[in-house]
């Protein structure tokens, strides 16, 4: 159902769960449901996504429905935290397999009286979310944006130069179209979280930040939209980046706190793995580049050079599965048959008990 529909279809829906989300692309129409469910004193939780959902996202939006709250899921692919040599229409677009999705999951919290409602599914049109200046992906672009620094210009801020600032631009535009009492986002995003963790307190934004545990496969990958561009062969390898992390948490275990030890262990594990892979033949082998292995203090996301068990740390880490050189007949070789560049990020929480009260994790 579209917001061409809404009028009609506001005084059904607001009697029960619905068997298929509303979709609104109008934000007038959005609004306007909003301030219904506020009048009629309904918590509403917000879930933002770019779509091409998975598990993860499934489990940010039960985590939202099992406080019971009406849930608005926003499916809009940003321009703005796309850098000028990152491709956006590269990234993967499942407008009807998610629909589907969200299908399902309204059907399944029809049957719990615990659970909440999918209310809305919100999917505006760039020339709404941007009404002024067409957005700009120059670092010194022109237009109104909201930069969160120096947060914002560390690891992954360092690699993809206006990022955060696309990120936080566009979390904000959401917040305030939304209004909602809650908002869900996922621990793999982590720096993503803790920036908009700032925003949220330095603007004094009427919302509750809550994030939701990694979602990660059976092998330890964690779970990504992209990661449908990876086909078998660099699935298989991909695994490295969350391999090394659990390495270097081991150490931590066992008592390494310096933070030059714990990034040495990481890489050891993937210089290991990478030159394993530089032996195979073109035909079989998976490459990869390491950006980042990170040790960072979990107030500010600076390397902190030993991890203060009282504070912790987040360890994170990204890398890039490279394009594959020579395919197999046959092969599957992801979408656009294996010659994207992947990127992956991970991260895990050393001392994680300290870090929860801080970042208000669900777990």
């Known amino acids: 159902m579209s917001d061409t529909n809404v009028t009609n279809s506001l005084s059904t829906t607001f009697l029960g769960k619905p068997k298929t989300?509303?979709?609104?692309?109008?934000?007038?129409?959005?609004?306007?449901?909003?301030?219904?469910?506020?009048?009629?004193?309904?918590?509403?939780?917000?879930?933002?996504?770019?779509g091409a959902?998975?598990?993860?996202?499934?489990?940010?939006?039960?985590?939202?429905?099992?406080?019971?709250?009406?849930?608005?899921?926003?499916?809009?692919?940003?321009?703005?935290?796309?850098?000028?040599?990152?491709?956006?229409?590269?990234?993967?677009?499942?407008?009807?397999v998610d629909m589907k999705k969200f299908q399902d999951l309204c059907e399944e919290f029809k049957g719990n009286e615990r659970m909440g409602r999918i209310m809305a599914?919100?999917?505006?049109?760039?020339?709404?979310?941007?009404?002024?200046?067409?957005?700009?992906?120059?670092v010194d672009g022109h237009g109104s944006f909201v930069t969160i620094t120096p947060m914002g210009t560390v690891l992954e801020g360092a690699s993809r130069p206006v990022f955060f600032r696309g990120v936080a631009t566009v979390c904000m535009k959401l917040f305030n179209i939304v209004q909602p009492d809650r908002v869900y986002f996922g621990e793999k995003d982590i720096q993503q979280c803790m920036i908009i963790k700032r925003m949220i307190d330095d603007f004094h934004i009427n919302t509750q930040l809550h994030i939701v545990p990694t979602s990660r496969e059976s092998d330890g990958l964690a779970m990504s939209s992209r990661n449908m561009y990876l086909g078998q062969r660099r699935r298989a390898v991909a695994t490295v980046l969350s391999r090394a992390l659990r390495a270097a948490e081991s150490a931590y275990l066992k008592g390494t706190t310096k933070r030059t030890d714990l990034i040495e262990t990481a890489l050891h594990v993937a210089s290991t793995i990478q030159s394993q892979e530089r032996r195979l033949p073109k035909s079989e082998r998976a490459r990869f580049e390491m950006d980042y292995v990170s040790v960072a203090n979990p107030h500010t996301m600076r390397e902190t050079d030993h991890v203060d068990k009282?504070?912790?740390?987040?360890?994170?880490?990204?890398?890039?599965?490279?394009?594959?050189?020579?395919?197999?007949?046959?092969?599957?070789?992801?979408?656009?048959?294996?010659?994207?560049?992947?990127r992956l990020i991970d991260n895990v929480l050393l001392s994680p008990d300290k870090i929860k009260k801080l970042l208000s994790l669900d777990r």
């Open 121 to 138: 599914v919100f999917a505006p049109k760039t020339g709404s979310m941007y009404p002024g200046l067409p957005p700009t992906s120059e």
């Open 53 to 96: 959902l998975h598990d993860g996202h499934l489990a940010l939006i039960r985590k939202a429905a099992s406080y019971g709250d009406d849930v608005i899921v926003s499916v809009y692919v940003n321009p703005t935290q796309f850098g000028v040599n990152e491709d956006l229409k590269s990234y993967p677009e499942t407008w009807d």
């Open 21 to 50: 989300p509303v979709v609104y692309r109008n934000i007038k129409h959005l609004r306007d449901m909003r301030r219904q469910l506020l009048l009629k004193g309904r918590k509403v939780g917000l879930v933002p996504t770019m």
């Open 310 to 342: 009282n504070v912790g740390a987040i360890l994170s880490g990204a890398l890039k599965m490279l394009p594959l050189e020579e395919r197999h007949a046959g092969e599957d070789a992801g979408l656009n048959e294996g010659q994207t560049t992947v």
